[in-house]
């Protein structure tokens, strides 16, 4: 465990599956140099086979006794997917019946092959909805506690979990190890790579890449000890925001709002079902385990306070009107980290979200 | 304990040879200089050839599902040694059946490698005991020279070599200038994977990069096996060979998903410099087996509970207390065993992450030191522990 964890919420309620972090992420990241075929920052579709394919299924975390569990290590054609790209350079010098766009491989799988599928049958009480995944930086991390080589750590100021690539020689157990397949092998280079939480952004007052793209502004990033933070709130405070698959026993610091909003079901007749809904709440059980149940249940009762009342924190909350609010990043206190391992501190590049409970907003200190 | 080892040392060198757990090697003298030596070079044909056993490490499961699936009751190999010495470099070839060419290649998340690694004892005051056999322990480090058949790998961190980490479709360039960044790119691959480690227990491996250890290794496929290749200097910062060198050697195979932990590993062998005076105490501990009555030593072991914690054989159940024993008198020398029994704590590596199996911890830390969670045995009589030292080294896989 860290001095200290920076953590991200994501309000499933919100996510429209715009892929904008997605994005934002490969183009900051893993565009280049063996990371192409990784996502650090992917949106599946759920019910569905997420990326990797079936990652559920392949095994890493602890068991109730708190043993590493085996795991498969993904294949990068098959349950990856291979990143196609197109004849940019040939199309203009070829001969005629060749000269068409075309990909270089003929794909046959890749990051949301699924997209919208979901389960159930239309129209009656088909439903999916999305859901958007990073590397958790966990607490009690499987990559971390099955690497033979001593190459992963987490970092004592915020928890942010890293690969030091001087000593990773590539062996994959880390991959084997992670229950969610956040930890990728580069095979150009020979070692294993993830999604870094941005850290060199967050230390120059930057929130990571996905959080500040998200149109729909779903991720909200801060301390878990700063309980001026809209994440401590959410998590600590409220309880409505849960890590991902808690039995997996690696104590995610990604926390999600589950999805309480979904359409009533029809009937034969193509009817509304008064007071169904189409999300099954085993569903929902199975992934963020059964304080579930609290969490909707705060969620529907301060909807209704909202509704009746005009006033609700936590709906303010939710609502996310200000970016300045919704990111903490403490950056005073990076700096004071910077100082004490004799560093130079980095200088912000951006003055709005400096603010945390070693930095007072509204300036540099 | 030094009483023990010299009137077992007695012992050993009575003897006969035909107990010998694995004959030492003879390095042959050669006027030439091994610079540049290939595994083809005629040099060769004045190396004697001896013939070793691999056996699989199974101290410890690694968490990789089919990996394990592919060497569950995995067997020995046999390897053919020989060295050649300089005056200046040592240089030792080694030979293995594998049935396939295997090479971590393409564009792919689960190909491995074939490989093999030389390990070297560290310089130390004295040389014996030898460091524990998986990379090391405290106070008596190991050197590791590791070749893998990897295809070329691309280090621009490694290198510093930044600005070259860009995707080709933001170079902005296209057509010609595009192929020679490209070309620039691949010019710039590392095209041999070869490591050199020092460590002091397995997972304190660390890279040596700073060019103080010459040496050279490379492999080649031929005849369903491979020959692999390495030469170094008989002396820099980290080891000091004259005499006997002692080397203990592992392969991989990369078609069982090998690497780290999933491979084949020899007990420390004694290789005698020719010419030179030998280190008679450690040629005969490497070459001699315990006089123990293995029988005995079974009943023994069993009498005190060492397999409520340790897996003696695949039959029983798998533990993460203990390191599973059931290969241990193949890779294990005699004093290693005996040191283990009577003192647990001598020879305790960071090994597999402790928090891999928080609740079954093997070792706690008391002022920084390792203590291992194992009983002592140093009440045991000298001739019980012979016994358990003869049956330990009974466990071990059989040749494939």
């Given amino acids: 465990m860290s001095k200290r964890q920076l953590a991200m919420v994501m309000d499933l309620n919100k996510c429209i599956g715009c892929q904008t972090c997605t994005v934002a992420c490969k183009t900051q990241w893993t565009n280049r140099n063996g990371r192409e075929y990784m996502y650090w920052n992917n949106v599946e579709t759920y019910p569905g086979t997420g990326y990797p394919k079936n990652w559920m299924e392949l095994g890493g975390g602890f068991d109730a006794a708190g043993d590493l569990q085996p795991g498969v290590i993904p294949n990068l054609e098959a349950d990856y997917g291979v990143p196609w790209d197109y004849n940019y350079e040939s199309i203009m010098t070829e001969s005629a019946e060749h000269n068409h766009f075309k990909p270089h491989v003929s794909p046959t799988w890749g990051p949301n092959w699924d997209e919208d599928q979901g389960a159930g049958a239309f129209p009656q009480d088909n439903y999916f909805f999305y859901l958007p995944r990073i590397c958790n930086h966990c607490t009690n991390p499987g990559c971390l506690s099955a690497c033979p080589r001593d190459a992963i750590f987490k970092r004592e100021q915020d928890g942010v979990v890293l690969v030091d690539l001087d000593r990773c020689q590539g062996y994959r157990y880390c991959i084997a190890g992670c229950p969610y397949k956040k930890i990728y092998f580069n095979p150009k280079i020979s070692k294993s790579e993830k999604c870094i939480l941005c850290f060199p952004r967050i230390e120059q007052g930057l929130p990571p890449a996905c959080a500040q793209q998200c149109v729909g502004r779903i991720r909200f990033v801060g301390f878990l000890d700063d309980e001026e933070s809209q994440v401590y709130k959410l998590v600590h405070q409220y309880k409505v925001a849960i890590g991902l698959r808690p039995d997996y026993g690696t104590q995610p610091n990604v926390y999600y709002v589950p999805p309480t909003e979904s359409p009533a079901k029809f009937d034969a007749e193509g009817k509304i079902i008064e007071g169904s809904t189409r999300l099954p709440i085993e569903e929902l059980e199975k992934l963020f385990g059964p304080d579930v149940h609290a969490a909707i249940k705060t969620l529907k009762d301060e909807m209704k306070k909202r509704k009746e009342t005009g006033v609700s924190e936590l709906m303010d909350i939710l609502i996310a009107y200000q970016h300045a609010d919704m990111f903490r990043l403490d950056n005073n206190y990076y700096q004071e980290v910077a100082k004490e391992q004799k560093r130079t501190p980095l200088a912000p590049v951006d003055t709005r979200y400096l603010a945390g409970k070693f930095t007072k907003a509204g300036g540099h200190h | ?400």
Wanted: charged letters at 20%; one cysteine or more; glycine letters at 8%.
């Fill in chain 2, 1 to 400: 304990m030094n009483k023990i080892l010299t009137s077992l040392l007695s012992l050993g060198l009575a003897c006969s040879a035909a107990l010998a757990a694995e004959a030492a090697i003879t390095a042959v003298k050669v006027t030439d200089s091994l610079d540049g030596i290939k595994a083809d070079s005629a040099i060769w044909s004045n190396a004697k050839f001896s013939t070793i056993t691999l056996y699989p490490q199974t101290a410890i499961e690694m968490n990789d599902k089919k990996a394990n699936e592919l060497t569950e009751n995995a067997k020995a190999k046999k390897a053919q040694v020989a060295a050649l010495y300089d005056g200046k470099n040592i240089a030792l070839m080694v030979k293995w059946a594998d049935g396939s060419k295997d090479l971590q290649s393409g564009y792919a998340s689960t190909t491995y490698s074939d490989g093999f690694a030389v390990q070297f004892a560290g310089a130390t005051a004295k040389p014996q005991p030898l460091p524990y056999i998986g990379m090391g322990s405290v106070g008596r480090p190991v050197v590791v020279h590791l070749q893998k058949a990897n295809e070329k790998v691309y280090e621009p961190n490694g290198n510093k070599d930044v600005g070259n980490q860009i995707n080709r479709q933001q170079t902005g360039v296209f057509g010609q200038e595009l192929a020679d960044f490209d070309a620039k790119v691949a010019s710039l691959a590392v095209t041999d994977y070869e490591r050199i480690f020092v460590g002091e227990g397995f997972r304190s491996l660390t890279e040596v990069k700073d060019g103080s250890i010459k040496s050279n290794s490379s492999m080649v496929y031929g005849a369903n096996g491979w020959s692999g290749i390495l030469t170094r200097s008989l002396k820099d910062d980290y080891v000091n060979l004259s005499g006997t060198v002692p080397v203990s050697i592992a392969v991989w195979d990369g078609s069982k998903m090998g690497r780290n932990g999933l491979k084949n590993l020899s007990s420390w062998i004694a290789i005698n410099l020719d010419g030179q005076k030998q280190n008679a105490a450690m040629v005969t501990d490497l070459t001699t087996d315990s006089k123990g009555d293995a029988s005995k030593g079974k009943a023994a072991l069993e009498a005190n509970g060492c397999n409520g914690c340790h897996q003696m054989n695949a039959a029983d159940p798998k533990s993460f207390m203990a390191p599973s024993l059931k290969n241990v008198g193949g890779y294990s020398t005699a004093a290693y065993l005996r040191e283990s029994i009577l003192k647990p704590s001598a020879v305790v590596v960071p090994g597999y992450n402790r928090n891999a199996h928080s609740n079954t911890p093997w070792y706690n830390l008391e002022k920084g030191k390792r203590i291992s969670t194992m009983t002592d045995y140093s009440h045991l009589d000298k001739a019980t522990v012979e016994d358990i030292v003869a049956y330990l080294k009974t466990l071990k896989a059989e040749v494939e």
